[in-house]
């Protein structure tokens, strides 16, 4: 049987005549997952590293999101070759390695999403819903083609070695982590600050002459439009867990505090 995969996020990326928008999915909820896949955006980023999303987990996020146009993209906890060969036997096409700060640590990423002899990925096809257990012809020889790798730059020595880092072959995409990057810098929690803005822009510098897209993360509008102003081939907006919060605060205090004021003035 053929396999119905939607574009990788690689397809997507080279498809596209603008900047891809996505956002977080931290929350775990199939619920939430399959409001924000509905919504229009372009890409969701479920998130493995900063949340409790377990491996059972992303298969129901992976099987509810399918029924929308919209690219999943799985960030694993670490550049670690089980956890990768694990999402990628659950049908993840699209995966971020978090915290890649050299072309070695690039290399050992794409080894981990490639079967023998071009990788290390273990083969597991009759027993994985990524080759929808053995039921997809040429799944072990034609796998590379339906996985997407992007890593991520969130280090001052990631920064200083993006070129390197996005031109090592089989490097779809990088993505800049401001949070991290700013920590990195001794600027711990100021993603804007000026200097993290630079580093975050000669990235982008170096992933453009490689050839290779780039993005970066902005929940603050004005920063994201900065970073497409500068030429983010994909961004992530938002966040489940983000919007609920700040929502759910602004409700408080749009109710509590009116009518807290009222009562004080009887």
């Known amino acids: 049987m053929p396999l119905r995969l939607i574009p990788t996020f690689r397809d997507a990326l080279a498809a596209s005549d603008r900047p891809l928008v996505g956002m977080w999915v931290c929350s775990g909820s199939p619920v939430a997952a399959e409001i924000v896949a509905g919504s229009g955006i372009d890409w969701l980023l479920l998130d493995m590293e900063h949340s409790a999303t377990s491996l059972e987990t992303v298969l129901t996020l ?11 993209v799985v960030r694993v906890p ?4 089980v956890v990768i060969k694990q999402v990628l036997d659950l049908g993840a096409q699209n995966i971020i390695v978090p915290m890649v700060s050299s072309a070695d640590e690039a290399r050992d990423a794409v080894a981990a999403t490639r079967y023998p002899p071009e990788g290390i ?9 990524s080759a929808r257990w053995n039921r997809v012809d040429g799944y072990l020889t034609d796998a590379a083609d339906h996985v997407s ?12 070695n993006a070129a390197q880092i996005a031109g090592v072959e089989g490097i779809d995409a990088v993505f800049v982590g401001p949070a991290d990057l700013s920590a990195s810098m001794g600027l711990l929690g100021q993603q804007s600050h000026p200097a993290v803005v630079a580093a975050v822009h000669r990235v982008f510098a170096a992933a453009r002459d490689a050839g290779t897209p780039v993005g970066t993360n902005a929940f603050d509008p004005a920063v994201a439009d900065a970073y497409l102003d500068a030429g ?8 489940d867990v983000a919007l609920l919060a700040r929502s759910s605060e602004a409700l408080a205090a749009r109710f509590i505090g009116t009518h ?7």
């Open 260 to 266: 807290a004021e009222r009562r004080e003035s009887y």
């Open 121 to 129: 990925r273990g083969v597991g096809s009759a027993l994985a819903r």
């Open 232 to 239: 983010a081939d994909f961004i992530a907006v938002g966040a």
């Open 62 to 72: 992976l099987q509810v999101i399918s029924a929308y146009p919209v690219t999943p």
């Open 78 to 81: 670490a550049n670690d070759p």
């Open 149 to 160: 790798l992007t890593v991520q730059i969130e280090t001052t020595a990631g920064v200083a």
